[in-house]
């Protein structure tokens, strides 16, 4: 049948599904409408208003309807191409036409007492052609959408089969213009005065039942669930009861005549109106959809304004941090250049002094200083800031390396490290770690003879007044040759540990009492970071 | 050596390699009159050694850097001065050449790099 069906959402009338409700209201409706029908035809038969104008108003009202509700009909058939859809607007097409022909051949409709068209004989004949042949359309139209029937066009014959729509109605209504005003003396009398003969009242019972078949089509085929039909059933009633109460009436100017008319425009006028409350309804939605685009768009552009901030702030900090980086890549690109001319100073300062040292030893000596100077870059690498680290632990690795490094271990010197906790960077911690090297060495190469209970005490403090202290004992024998380590610098009375020491601005003593003592005072502010 | 070189003062903060640069120049047959690691200690003893070449560290202890010094140094004695920087970036050589170097050494320096120089200049008649 296809009614409930939404035909992929283009059906914006036809496909429209009812709710319980709505279809509790429209069958209410036309129970109600039948009702008072049937309530009115008693008195059908008695004199009312005469009304000239009715006609005129009547069919005029019809007239503009019916055309409006056929060129709908034919819009929605252009945007679903099925055969019912285009029967439907062809009923109303020619409702429209024979409202118009009915006016024009209605005696005083137009002109006092005469038609425009045709004979006294010929508003009868449009009339019963009319009221017949609409109902017959409709019934067709509701029919044709049952399911082994309908037919749907292919979009390339929607043209086609509107402008033969059109043109057909046109052509029979042409026709059925002719065979009623021209000479209708092959046609019987059916109008005495202006009373139906008994067989042009049969032709509208014949309207009406016609009108009820179509009403029940709708029900039967339709079983109400598309609106359209609702309203096209409700019209069908209406258009019944427009029958019903003129042929009750018998005559003009009747109470059933008048009324009759008044249904009959109530009949024309429904689909419009529901037509147009679909159109509210549509701009309504319309409307309320351009205030969710418009506010949807304000959002958009408000979020895509500040997502651009949030990118070129992104992209400032990201230049930001790119700017530091080079900054700091050059940096560390000058210490490691640094480090290198300090490398190979130390081995210039070595090498002035060789004298008689076995070259293994001297090597070994430039390995553990090159070892410092990496380690404390490990120190720097591990740290949270890149910058800074606690020289406790430095030392505390530095002197486990040079137990085993330098010849302490394999001659069981203990070499033992305390240190304060101190914050340091580089500056510091490079001239620092050589020195404590340079000390450590000279005392395990030098300071012991015997072999019992050696040890080597480094120890870093932080004085009260404010100043580091580096002490590095050993409980040798108080060896000759200086301290406990060997000047060399090759005749400049410099040598790496002098040279260190003035680094860290540093003053240096050395004791005797018990092995040898070094004493290294530094001012703390050396040591900040 | 027949040179007219009287002596030469090394300027750098790290004395390490000042003490490098040191036995280096002894090596070559040079006097090295002093060391400094401070602009003003820098300028002050060639205000007394009139030394006949300078060995410039760019990055020196405290506010003052080499080309401070350089400067003082070419006002007061005019003694052409070797710059020795860690440094290729162009602001560091722009700042250098704010003064008249009288060469440009990368670190990091061998003895050799320092020997040519010197003879560079012994050439050219700036010492």
């Known amino acids: 049948m296809g009614m409930g069906v939404v035909n992929g959402g283009v059906e914006p009338f036809r496909g429209e599904g009812t709710s319980p409700a709505e279809r509790r209201i429209i069958g209410v409706l036309c129970a109600a409408y039948a009702a008072a029908t049937l309530m009115i035809l008693p008195f059908a038969a008695d004199p009312g208003p005469v009304v000239p104008a009715v006609t005129t108003t009547f069919g005029t009202g019809v007239l503009i309807a019916d055309l409006c509700t056929g060129y709908l009909l034919l819009v929605q058939f252009r945007a679903v191409p099925s055969l019912p859809m285009l029967l439907l607007a062809v009923a109303y097409f020619y409702s429209a036409a024979m409202a118009l022909l009915h006016v024009l051949a209605f005696p005083g409709a137009w002109i006092p007492d005469a038609p425009l068209i045709g004979n006294p004989q010929s508003v009868g004949w449009l009339f019963i052609v009319w009221i017949v042949g609409f109902p017959v359309l409709v019934l067709a139209a509701v029919v044709a959408e049952a399911s082994p029937l309908r037919v749907e066009f292919a979009r390339r014959h929607v043209g086609r089969a509107t402008t033969g729509a059109v043109i057909g109605t046109l052509m029979v209504v042409a026709a059925i213009t002719l065979a009623t005003t021209a000479e209708q003396a092959w046609l019987p009398q059916q109008l005495q005065g202006n009373v139906f003969a008994a067989w042009g009242n049969a032709a509208q019972w014949m309207a009406v039942a016609l009108s009820l078949a179509a009403f029940v089509a709708v029900v039967v085929i339709t079983r109400w669930r598309s609106l359209l039909y609702c309203w096209l059933g409700v019209a069908m009633i209406a258009f019944m009861a427009f029958n019903a109460l003129a042929v009750s009436g018998g005559a003009r100017y009747t109470v059933g005549w008048d009324l009759s008319r008044v249904s009959g425009l109530v009949s024309s006028s429904l689909l419009l109106v529901f037509f147009l409350g679909q159109f509210a309804r549509l701009q309504r939605s319309l409307a309320g959809a351009l205030l969710r685009l418009r506010t949807a768009n304000e959002t958009l552009e408000q979020r895509i304004v500040e997502r651009t901030e949030e990118l070129q702030a992104s992209n400032r900090n990201l230049q930001k941090a790119l700017a530091e980086r080079n900054v700091l890549l050059r940096e560390v690109y000058h210490r490691v250049k640094n480090n290198l001319q300090v490398i190979d100073s130390i081995i210039a300062i070595q090498a002035a002094g060789l004298g008689a040292t076995p070259p293994e030893e001297v090597l070994n000596d430039l390995r553990n200083r090159v070892h410092t100077l990496g380690l404390v870059h490990q120190q720097l690498m591990a740290s949270d800031d890149l910058e800074t680290f606690d020289v406790a632990p430095f030392l505390t690795e530095l002197g486990a390396n040079l137990s085993f490094s330098t010849a302490g271990e394999r001659t069981g010197i203990a070499i033992a490290v305390e240190s304060d906790r101190l914050i340091v960077g580089l500056d510091f911690a490079i001239p620092l770690g050589l020195l404590v090297t340079e000390l450590v060495s000279n005392a395990v190469k030098h300071a012991f003879s015997d072999e019992s209970g050696r040890a080597v005490r480094v120890r870093l403090e932080r004085r009260p007044d404010d100043a580091l202290l580096l002490s590095v004992a050993d409980n040798g024998r108080g060896h000759t040759g200086g301290q406990g380590t060997m000047p060399g610098g090759g005749g400049f009375g410099l040598g790496i540990v002098e040279a260190l020491v003035i680094q860290l601005d540093g003053k240096m003593d050395t004791s005797s009492a018990g092995g040898t003592l070094v004493r290294i005072c530094i001012p703390f502010s050396k040591a900040e970071p | ?127």
């Open chain 2, 1 to 127: 050596m027949n040179h007219a070189v009287t002596c030469v003062l090394v300027v750098d903060d790290e004395q390490l390699i000042a003490l490098g640069l040191s036995i280096a120049l002894r090596d070559m047959g040079f006097q090295v009159c002093g060391t400094a690691a401070t602009a003003a200690r820098a300028v002050e003893l060639a205000r007394e050694h009139r030394p006949s070449l300078v060995l410039m560290d760019v990055r020196l202890k405290g506010s003052s850097d080499g080309v401070d010094a350089a400067l003082e140094i070419h006002r007061t004695t005019g003694t052409p001065i070797i710059f020795i920087t860690g440094s290729r970036e162009p602001e560091t050589l722009a700042r250098i050449h704010l003064d008249h170097p009288a060469d440009i050494l990368f670190k990091p320096v061998l003895p050799a790099h320092l020997e040519k120089a010197i003879a560079r200049l012994k050439e050219t008649g700036a010492i």
